[in-house]
């Protein structure tokens, strides 16, 4: 290993963690970092919490001073320095910072320089004061602003992570808060029925949620009033722009490095870029989504920090330690309750070429005679003709990060809804069921893929009520849960009942069964099957059913 120089443009998730991979490598490169703010590998995904008070202490979210870091790992660390432009024929990084201009030279330079915010084009919004959620220091002047000028109220435009975190933290700072999204739903990277379980409870919680509108102007008059395009005005104290990054590139265009097709920086899979000296990671970079083999943008913390880490190392070996890329694994909470998400959603499988189908299951995240059980939504696409597991989403209060992270373990692994059917996984009644949530998922799919399981979706369900008279419904579930509510024109037959009133139905036309989430609509299916009848039951009973009929 020789004593080469290393230069890391960026000091947070990606920068950070490629300078200290690489000095790990080798004790004898000479590693220098460059960061333009003041603070260097920041929690940055703590800053909703720090600022809303969950997490009290500033010096928790301080991972690392510029002291520590460079005396632990021997890296020469450089804050309030911006690069400025690279020198490729030269081998240098042209900087400024206060003391003036300088440059430095490279013989491996890794870029992680993050993402940009993206600004929406909002009338006033140039000469309107707004916060924003992304360095230590718009923490501390969010704080700041609500100790001093004790603010009732808060907008947030944007109703994705970063926003609806940042709702969260206003809700706990006391202020009367409202979430403006112009997409139908908030978090538009999970499927809208999850989505949507999220913003109910979000909107159960007291924060107001607009949806399908967007903020059309700005301006301050005393207060801030932010005018909506549905003619809505809101009066605020507060003014949040949470709209989202896209990968700063700007150093990375002007030395005439390769941009790639979504607008990220291009590496390949050892994360170098068009220039072999020169490597890149994080937000700023594209990356290849594992599942479609397509490039995809996805601003997370853990690819930003296991691509750092393979170009750290790569940058001091020259090494060919791939990043295999991504499958798309988020989780976003608010309160006791969260939705997560892993592969693809099933518009995002038609959109890649997938003939692929999906079935919805609820069930308790612990057995449900232990105390204390709560529900998870479970949504799992898959590809007809082979069963591959291709995504799946979740919403819920307890276990649903342990579901997720289950099937993007399988995702990666190449498992099929046939192996979730047999998944062995941990059980004692306060942990999970005998038969789990991903168990029950599997065996819903692989019913539907064998063809025993007739599985009708909540979507197809409506558009067959829409078209069709006198639709054959049946309601298996017990009088009282049907007199509580019910699918319109169905009859209550309950399902330990079914032999004995097989004369309510008329067995020349198909009937559509259901019950609360699907299970005993599934047994009464079978019997029905059995016996010779059309039948079908709708995928995650009617609690899938009235949430589908919510959005369509
Ligand atoms: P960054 O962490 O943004 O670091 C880039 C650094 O480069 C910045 O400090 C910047 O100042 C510096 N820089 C830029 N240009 C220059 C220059 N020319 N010269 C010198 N320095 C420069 N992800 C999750 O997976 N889960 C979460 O829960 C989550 N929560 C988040 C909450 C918040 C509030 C935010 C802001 C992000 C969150 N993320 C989360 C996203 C995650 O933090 C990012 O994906 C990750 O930090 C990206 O790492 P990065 O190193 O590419 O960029």
């Known amino acids: 290993m020789d004593n080469r120089k290393i230069?890391?443009?960026?000091?947070?998730?990606?920068?950070?963690?490629?300078?200290?991979?690489?000095?790990?490598?080798?004790?004898?490169?000479?590693?220098?970092?460059?960061?333009?703010?003041?603070?260097?590998?920041?929690?940055?995904?703590?800053?909703?919490?720090?600022?809303?008070?969950?997490?009290?202490?500033?010096?928790k979210i301080l991972l690392h001073t510029p002291k520590s870091y460079g005396g632990r790992f021997n890296v020469d660390v450089n804050v309030n320095t911006e690069a400025v432009d690279i020198d490729r024929k030269a081998k240098k990084v042209l900087l400024s910072s206060k003391e003036g201009e300088g440059e430095i030279e490279y013989d491996r330079l890794i870029i992680a320089v993050g993402g940009k915010m993206i600004i929406p084009p909002i009338e006033g919004i140039d000469n309107t004061p707004y916060f924003t959620m992304r360095t230590v220091e718009?923490?501390?002047?969010?704080?700041?602003?609500?100790?001093?000028?004790?603010?009732?109220?808060?907008?947030i435009i944007g109703?994705?992570?970063?926003?609806?975190?940042?709702?969260?933290?206003?809700?706990?700072?006391?202020?009367?808060?409202t979430i403006v999204e112009a997409k139908p739903e908030i978090m538009p990277n999970l499927p809208q029925v999850v989505a949507m379980n999220l913003r109910e409870y979000i909107e159960n919680s007291g924060v107001?949620?607009?949806?399908?509108?967007?903020?059309?102007?700005?301006?301050?008059?005393?207060g801030i009033k932010v005018s909506l395009s549905s003619g809505e005005t809101i009066e605020t104290d507060m003014l949040f722009l949470c709209t989202g990054v896209l990968p700063n590139t700007d150093l990375a265009e002007k030395a005439g490095l390769r941009i790639g097709e979504t607008g990220g920086i291009w590496t390949d899979d050892t994360m170098r870029t068009s220039d072999p000296e020169i490597y890149a990671a994080g937000d700023a970079v594209e990356k290849l989504n594992r599942i479609t083999r397509k490039k995809v943008l996805l601003p997370l913390a853990g690819p930003a920090n296991r691509e750092g880490r393979t170009a750290g190392y790569n940058s001091v070996t020259d090494g060919d330690v791939k990043f295999p890329g991504v499958i798309g694994t988020s989780i976003v909470g608010f309160g006791e309750y969260c939705a997560a998400c892993t592969g693809l959603t099933y518009e995002k499988a038609l959109e890649a070429g997938y003939d692929a189908e999906y079935v919805y299951t609820e069930d308790a995240d612990i057995s449900e005679y232990y105390p204390g059980f709560n529900f998870i939504f479970l949504k799992t696409v898959y590809e007809k003709k082979t069963g591959k597991i291709l995504g799946a989403a979740a919403s819920g209060k307890t276990g649903v990060d342990k579901r997720i992270d289950c099937i993007a373990t399988a995702i990666t692994g190449g498992l099929t809804v046939y192996d979730l059917e047999h998944l062995e996984l941990a059980y004692a009644p306060q942990f999970a069921a005998a038969k789990d949530n991903l168990n029950l998922a599997g065996f819903a799919a692989s019913n539907r893929l064998r063809g025993t399981g007739y599985i009708i979706t909540p979507e197809e369900m409506l558009e067959i009520l829409r078209k069709e008279k006198d639709t054959q419904l049946v309601d298996v579930r017990t009088k009282m849960e049907y007199r509580h509510g019910r699918i319109d024109d169905a009859v209550n037959i309950y399902v330990n009942e079914l032999r004995k009133n097989l004369d309510k139905i008329d067995k020349s036309r198909p009937v559509y069964l259901y019950c609360a989430v699907g299970f005993r609509g599934y047994i009464a299916l079978r019997t029905l099957r059995n016996l010779g009848y059309e039948a079908y039951n709708i995928t995650g009973g009617i609690e899938a059913f009235n949430r589908i009929k919510k959005i369509l």
Do not use: W
């Open 7 to 59: 230069v890391v443009i960026g000091g947070v998730a990606a920068g950070a963690t490629a300078a200290a991979k690489a000095r790990r490598t080798s004790e004898d490169a000479d590693i220098s970092l460059l960061e333009k703010g003041k603070y260097i590998s920041f929690a940055n995904c703590g800053l909703p919490y720090y600022t809303g008070g969950t997490i009290e202490s500033r010096n």
């Open 208 to 222: 107001s949620v607009k949806r399908g509108v967007f903020a059309s102007k700005v301006e301050k008059d005393g």
């Open 138 to 155: 718009d923490a501390d002047s969010v704080k700041e602003f609500i100790e001093k000028s004790k603010p009732k109220s808060a907008v």
């Open 159 to 177: 109703g994705g992570f970063i926003g609806v975190e940042t709702a969260e933290a206003m809700l706990h700072c006391g202020l009367e808060t």
